[in-house]
Each structure stands twice: as structure tokens, then as C-alpha cells.
């Protein structure tokens, strides 16, 4: 079993830093694209930034110019760079990580992280 374990969470002021990162324990299968999804309480979780193994990425509009999501396909790991962090960042962020080809079933094969919580607070 594929595991994800997430790391770089934390407490920050407004306007900090923090890099997170994503190492998948093994590779079982060829990933795709790999993503950060976050959850504040009380709402629903959403896509933050997502990147495909061909160089395409994809932000979401309230993080973009601050928030950098790259790659190191070598050792199936995913970074989420935040910069100039704001108290709405606060959210558990977990890590996505979904396979090129699908499995018997026709489904894409799709692992999560634990999540990792960032507090952008004063």
C-alpha cells in the first residue's frame, strides 16, 4: 500500500512562509498528477494547486502569486511553497497523488495524505 506522508505545517504570522512537502512511501504506480487540497472548518475542501507529470500546473485564484506547487518525480514528491501567507490560509492541507492509467475497474488509482495543519495567525 502506497502511503503519502505530508510535513511543513505550522504556525506562522501573516505574511510568513512555509514549504510543504509530500513523499510517497513507494511508487506502485506511474503518478500523474499530484495536488494540495485544503479544509478550514466549517467549509468544504478545495483544490489549491495541482501539477501533471507533463509540466502543466493549475492554482486556484486566491492563492495565486503567493503559493508555487513543484515537483521531484526521482522521489515522488510533491512541494507546496506559500509565501506572504493570510489568516483565510488557515486550513488542514493534505496531499493528492493520482495515477497516469486506470485500474480494473476504470478508475484512476488516488492517494492522500494525513494532512498537515498551517495557521497563518497573530
Known amino acids: 500500500q502506497v502511503q503519502l506522508v505530508e510535513s511543513g505545517g505550522g504556525l506562522v504570522q501573516p505574511g510568513g512562509s512555509l514549504r510543504l512537502s509530500c513523499a510517497a512511501s513507494r511508487s506502485i504506480f506511474s503518478i500523474n498528477r499530484m495536488g494540495w487540497y485544503r479544509q478550514a472548518p466549517g467549509k468544504e475542501r478545495e483544490l489549491v494547486a495541482a501539477t501533471t507529470s507533463g509540466g502543466s500546473t493549475n492554482l486556484a485564484d486566491s492563492v495565486k502569486g503567493r503559493f508555487t506547487i513543484s515537483r521531484d518525480n526521482a522521489k515522488n514528491t510533491v512541494y507546496l511553497q506559500m509565501n506572504s501567507l493570510k489568516p483565510e490560509d488557515t486550513a488542514v492541507y493534505y496531499c493528492?497523488?493520482?495515477?497516469?492509467?486506470?485500474?480494473?475497474?476504470?478508475?484512476?488509482?488516488?492517494?492522500w495524505g494525513q494532512g498537515t495543519l498551517v495557521t497563518a495567525s497573530s
Open positions: 493528492n497523488m493520482r495515477s497516469t492509467v486506470v485500474d480494473y475497474t476504470g478508475r484512476y488509482l488516488e492517494v
